[in-house]
């Protein structure tokens, strides 16, 4: 009497010493599938041109006519024929088809990952201020006035004493003050984009001749 297929094809891997995970590794056919035709479950096997293309990959390891084999199933089997509803069964080795709706925005937030990277000093360092008149911390005038000038990143706002000053693309800036007899104090404030700051306080001691 022949042997039923799912016999027939563990007698001939156990001759070859071949166990389930090792046919699985050879064969590269989805475990829930090889197991069903160890069990002789046709019914439980996708529609026939892949059916027939896992026997062909279990023939070829147990050096077999994968034709033999595929008459064995064809007579033990109701052998299903494609149809537009079936598809390639899923095994660990397919590629997943991309989800197209995803592409732009992961595509913008890594644009935006990257820009930030390639900018984090400007949102996220100190804002620099070089103040070159005065230059000292402490200055002493005879003159009314004074122009206060500097240096300072035109990406970042200035204040002087809470008033936004302008700077020039060259990263100068520069601003004219009347100044009271005494102590005149000048806060010089920079700020960057996500609120890092940077101060420099100066003071110009307004002596009058007449005083």
């Known amino acids: 009497m022949e042997k039923p297929l799912n016999e027939l094809i563990k007698e001939r891997l156990a001759a070859k010493d071949l166990n389930l995970e090792k046919a699985l590794q050879l064969t590269e056919i989805p475990r829930h599938y090889l197991e069903a035709i160890l069990k002789g479950q046709w019914s439980r096997l996708p529609a026939a041109p892949y059916a027939k293309g896992y026997l062909k990959k279990i023939a070829a390891i147990i050096d077999s006519d994968g034709k033999e084999l595929w008459d064995l199933y064809e007579n033990e089997s109701e052998v299903r024929a494609s149809g537009a509803n079936d598809k390639l069964p899923e095994n660990r080795f397919a590629i997943k088809t991309a989800n197209h709706r995803l592409i732009w925005p992961i595509a913008i937030v890594a644009a935006l990952a990257v820009y930030v990277f390639l900018n984090a000093d400007r949102f ?3 804002p620099k201020i070089d103040v070159d008149s005065p230059l000292s911390a402490t200055f002493i005038t005879t003159f009314p006035s004074f122009t206060l000038r500097g240096n300072a ?4 706002k200035l204040y002087i004493n809470g008033e936004e000053v302008y700077i020039d693309k060259n990263g100068g800036f520069q601003k004219n003050y ?11 404030l920079a700020t960057r984009f996500l609120g890092r700051e940077n101060k420099v306080v100066k003071q110009i001691i307004y002596q009058p001749n007449n005083l």
Not at 153 to 156: A, E, G, K, Q, V
Not at 178 to 188: C, I, K, R, Y
């Open 153 to 156: 990143d035109p990406r970042d």
């Open 124 to 126: 996220l360092g100190v």
């Open 178 to 188: 009347n100044l009271q007899p005494g102590v005149n104090t000048f806060e010089f």
